[in-house]
């Protein structure tokens, strides 16, 4: 894929503003990203890059475009036409993703939406498919945090919960950690986590993997007395298993309450939660309940959000939706 020279086309007012909304995006990300470590980040963010209701996303060779309100088959055309114009991608694939509606996805450009292939983040390999609904394997506006974790992990034992593909794992083991215990509800997740285990050459059989509901395991390891290091806690915003139901708004304190239980002293406890309608000041509100799930007391040590290539406008989008948060015993 072409990253430099940018060429300008100009066709008509549209194609210039156009061409010249998604060139101001990539300068952003060129100046910032390094790219001989990292192939896959957002090039445009909707509001935060004038393009609204609209995200795409570069995994090394391959874009995404993806469309959160219905447009008209000649402004999809005219983006397409940009992309490949400005940056030559090997595939170009679209989700449309309608409130209320099933996500469908279609290969604009290309021989075929990719399916299986591998980019890079911050020196780390992991597997990409574009064929699995709403996710790809990576969330791409946690690759700071992940680097976070990666820096404080050393010689640490780590508990990731709802890991999905494991790349926090992944990235504390490369940081030195000692083991890492991965769980997800998704046997699925659990599949393709072991695969990136393999793809970074880390032996699967140092680490442990459990299908299964972390309420349930929270419960067991503090049963057990087991405890760790670093424990990073990234539910879905809406979880279902056979035996509970969870909600983000509802059960953030006591799952927070839950790790805390199981962190040693000086430990972290790593919060995520990507649910644009708790704000940040919903978000420590929600924090100051958590006494009533735990007697241990904690302390707040870090707090961040998606990475710079996740912009908002302050007009449309007035805070970041994600939240990441450290705690500390």
């Known amino acids: 894929m072409r990253l430099y020279n940018i060429k300008i086309f100009m066709h008509n ?23 001989s470590t990292t192939n896959a980040y957002r090039l445009v963010n909707s509001y935060g890059d004038a393009l609204q209701e609209v995200t795409i996303d570069i995994y090394n060779k391959n874009l995404l475009v993806q469309y959160f309100k219905s447009h008209e088959k000649h402004s999809k055309d005219r983006i397409c036409s940009e992309l490949n114009d400005i940056l030559a991608p090997e595939n170009i694939t679209e989700k449309i993703r ?45 690759r700071d945090n992940r680097k976070k974790i990666r820096a404080l992990a050393n010689n640490k034992e780590v508990l990731n919960c709802f890991c999905y593909t494991s790349s926090f794992s992944i990235s504390a083991i490369l940081g030195g950690a000692i083991s890492t215990t991965n769980i997800d509800l998704s046997k699925k997740a659990i599949e393709w986590s072991k695969k990136n285990f393999l793809l970074n050459q880390l032996d699967v059989n140092d680490h442990e993997f459990i299908v299964g509901d972390v309420w349930e395991w929270l419960r067991r390891f503090q049963k057990k007395g087991r405890t760790f290091d670093v424990i990073i806690i990234d539910p879905p915003s809406f979880s279902t298993s056979k035996t509970t139901v969870f909600t983000a708004e509802k059960d953030i304190p006591g799952l927070i309450g839950a790790g805390l239980d199981i962190l040693r002293a000086d430990g972290i406890l790593a919060f995520s939660t990507n649910i644009a309608k708790i704000n940040f000041s919903t978000f420590f509100q929600l924090l100051s309940r958590v006494k009533g799930f735990t007697q241990k007391t904690y302390k707040i040590i870090d707090v961040s959000s998606q990475g710079l290539d996740f912009p908002t406008d302050g007009i449309h989008i007035i805070e970041p939706y994600l939240k990441f948060v450290m705690l500390s015993c």
């Not at 007012?13 to 990203?33: F, G, P, Q, V």
């Not at 309608?98 to 890079?120: A, M, Q």
Request: hydrophobic share 35%; proline share 1%.
């Open 13 to 35: 007012a549209d194609h210039e503003s156009l061409h010249k909304t998604i060139c101001k995006a990539w300068s952003l990300r060129n100046k910032y990203i390094d790219h």
């Open 98 to 142: 309608l409130k209320g509606e099933e996500i469908k996805t279609h290969l604009v450009s290309g021989k075929e939406i990719p399916g299986d292939f591998v980019v890079l983040e911050n020196g780390i390999k992991f597997n990409i498919s574009f064929l699995e609904g709403g996710g790809t394997g990576l969330f791409l506006d946690q």
